[in-house]
């Protein structure tokens, strides 16, 4: 298939050229004198015409040589139609093809849809969606109140459906680029210590394994409700994680991402309460289940039977920390690097993408890293200068 041939030029609309006497005048059209002079006329790859008047020659020169040409030859050109599409339109067609998305993500993306990007943008021609408006958009979610996260949600969701637009050749470039985002305020994580772990299983009216499981193997909450007895090798104290199970909107059950799919060792002490919880069941059988033996929801267990036992434990002990069923991940971080883990295993145990994902949730569990090089290369250096010192005595 050959290319087409770009055809461009700058008509004077006021005057058209003829020939008398075989030579060449201008002689004035019906237009002359009204409207702009000078239209600037050109074919792009698909065979359009397009045009844009302009009063001086030299500007409708300017404006093909310009932008015309370089964005036909990068590829970059975006007809001034086709960005006249709304925010809107182009939304619902991309999200009509995102059904690889869970139903979670997808419940998210609708929230943040209806109550904040569609009535600022939906009816917004993609084309006038301005870099310096979003930011404007976004400077007032955070002076409504909205939370970082909630932010970031809107924000990203309206960056997904420009890029979808910027895919479709509607803009050249995404507006969202450049803006940048509040930051998220630092909060401090509820680490607990052995001994609070066990004060807290200790407090809890039911399910004391669960809590414990938890704390020392740092699963998701979804991932350890999915758990089937086949998923334990209770001699080598190794779990296999290779799906989870969601609450939105009922029970979602999904695979994990590729680099959460994991092998998690788990203490010799949870053996024999694991085992009895899957006494009698079979191999596809789940091992921590309500109380009817369904998926164990953490919205009615942390209402029910976790947060109670905080409660308790803080009235007890005013230095226990607040903290959720999710905190229980962050307490068995600490507790692997107080053992001695090192930031890969870390990683690995939590299914994390990335080491440097590790390194910047639980940077503050390896400043004693820091306390241990200086501590390693005093010694080194102390034996240098022994070894020096020993040396130059012996050759006296």
């Not at 020392?216 to 080598?236: I, K, S």
């Not at 695979?255 to 949870?270: C, D, G, I, N």
């Not at 289940?289 to 369904?294: A, E, K, L």
Request: aromatic share 6%; hydrophobic share 40%; proline share 4%.
């Amino acid at each position: 298939m050959t290319a087409r041939k770009r055809r461009a030029g700058v008509e004077d609309r006021w005057n058209r050229t003829v020939r008398v006497d075989g030579k060449t005048q201008k002689v004035p059209t019906a237009r002359a004198g009204t409207g702009k002079r000078w239209m600037a006329r050109f074919v792009d790859d698909e065979g359009r015409e397009h045009a844009r008047s302009f009063d001086r020659k030299a500007d409708a020169q300017s404006w093909l040589d310009g932008d015309v040409t370089p964005a036909l030859a990068t590829g970059s050109f975006v007809a001034p139609e086709a960005g006249k599409v709304t925010v809107d339109a182009v939304y619902r067609a991309w999200s009509a093809a995102q059904a690889h998305i869970s139903a979670k993500t997808a419940a998210t993306r609708r929230s943040a849809w209806g109550s904040r990007v569609k009535p600022r943008w939906g009816d917004v021609a993609v084309v006038d969606v301005k870099t310096s408006a979003i930011r404007s958009w976004v400077s007032a979610m955070k002076d409504d109140g909205l939370g970082v996260p909630g932010i970031e949600n809107a924000f990203g969701l309206l960056r997904q459906v420009l890029g979808a637009a910027v895919e479709d050749g509607r803009l050249a470039r995404n507006p969202c680029d450049g803006v940048k985002l509040p930051k998220r305020a630092h909060a401090d994580r509820g680490y607990l210590s052995h001994a609070q772990v066990s004060a807290l299983a200790g407090a809890v009216a039911r399910d004391p394994e669960v809590l414990r499981f938890l704390s020392y193997t740092g699963l998701r909450w979804g991932e350890m409700a999915a758990l089937r007895v086949q998923d334990f090798d209770m001699l080598r104290r190794r779990v296999n994680v290779s799906r989870s199970v969601t609450e939105s909107g009922g029970l979602q059950w999904s695979a994990p991402k590729t680099w959460e799919r994991r092998s998690v060792p788990f203490p010799a002490v949870l053996v024999d309460e694991l085992s009895a919880l899957m006494v009698g069941k079979g191999r596809e059988d789940l091992v921590f289940t309500d109380q009817r033996g369904g998926v164990l929801r953490n919205s009615n267990w942390r209402a029910r039977v976790f947060a109670p036992a905080v409660t308790k434990c803080q009235e007890a002990d005013e230095a226990f920390p607040p903290i959720t069923p999710h905190d229980l991940r962050h307490t068995a971080a600490s507790l692997a690097v107080s053992a001695g883990a090192n930031v890969k295993a870390v990683q690995r145990m939590l299914g994390h993408a990335k080491a440097s994902m590790t390194l910047d949730v639980y940077a503050d569990l390896f400043d004693t890293d820091l306390d241990a090089v200086a501590g390693n290369l005093d010694a080194a250096i102390r034996s240098a200068a022994d070894q020096l010192r020993t040396g130059a005595s012996e050759g006296m």
